[in-house]
């Protein structure tokens, strides 16, 4: 049990490395993108293809998919799993990818380099727990109704069992505001970035939950002093089977590139 909380030993950005030298938390903001949903091997080719274009080296992707509806399209499971695997492999990508229950960890982390934990789950305690125990980064996605405080905490949680490999992820949070999805906190960035030692991204996809507030979003973010990026993008975003709506399409991923450049660039950081 480590008795310190992060939160009481302000320091730097201490960097993870999640594989193939590439680190979060560093001089480097890394910009991880994929599909919302892993659905078909051409879908994640296209993708990886114009990744590969523009040196991106961190591909995201659901295979359990934590649906608010049931009825939704629920994700592609172990057949999504190895689907991003083989194709990341081909492309040498690393992969990001959620584990929604406890029962699905040792699964996952067979196949993800990055474990995912979804903002829903930020407070699933035996999950926080099960990914404590592993020896593997864990992203861990803020409630979307969590405080920062209960935010850290959940961190802890995933520390207290020998876990330090956390990066935390800002993805919007629920307010009066009804015309976005959620609201991007970017003080939430800033607190965390000033007053623990976590390296954190934000995800301007859920934030908004529109592509054309995708790329602003991505840029306040970044200017707040995220490490990273987490973007949904897809080939036809018209045709995706989850969160179409806020899909970068993917022929404007070359904008989003050269935005997170620039306010990089800006910030004395490269992108990765
Ligand atoms: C996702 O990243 O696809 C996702 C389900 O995000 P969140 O948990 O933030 O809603
Ligand atoms: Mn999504």
């Known amino acids: 049990m480590i008795a310190t909380l992060q939160t009481e030993a302000a320091t730097h950005t201490r960097a993870v490395a999640i594989g193939k030298g590439i680190a979060i938390g560093g001089d480097a903001v890394v910009l991880m993108v994929g599909p919302c949903a892993v659905e078909d091997e051409a879908q994640l080719r296209a993708i990886a293809e114009a990744m590969v274009a523009h ?64 903002s829903r789950n930020m407070q699933h305690f035996p999950l926080l727990w099960a990914v404590g125990e592993l020896d593997k980064p864990v992203l861990l996605k803020r409630g979307f109704m969590s405080t920062v405080r209960e935010w850290l905490l959940a961190a802890e949680h995933i520390r207290s069992r020998g ?4 990066i935390l992820c800002e993805r919007g949070i629920r307010t009066f505001e009804t015309a976005t999805r959620n609201t991007l906190d970017t003080n939430a960035i800033a607190l965390v970035k000033a ?33 990273g990026l987490l973007v949904e993008v897809h080939p036809h975003p018209l045709q995706a089977l989850s969160d179409g709506e806020q899909a970068l399409p993917l022929e404007q991923l070359p904008q989003l590139v050269e935005a997170a450049r620039r306010i990089a660039a800006a910030l004395g950081r490269t992108v990765q």
Request: glycine share 10%.
């Open 163 to 166: 876990n330090e490999r956390i």
């Open 55 to 118: 040196g991106l080296r961190v591909m995201r992707g659901g295979a359990f998919k934590p649906r608010t509806s049931p009825y939704a399209f629920q994700g592609l499971g172990l057949e999504g799993l190895k689907l991003l695997r083989r194709i990341a492999d081909e492309y040498d990508l690393l992969v990001v990818t959620e584990a929604l229950g406890v029962e699905h960890v040792p699964l996952v982390a067979e196949y993800a380099d990055v474990i995912q934990i979804g």
């Open 195 to 227: 007053t623990t030692s976590f390296p954190v991204i934000g995800d301007p996809s859920h934030a908004t939950g529109r592509a054309d507030l995708v790329i602003p979003a991505a840029r306040a973010a970044l200017a707040a002093g995220a490490d």
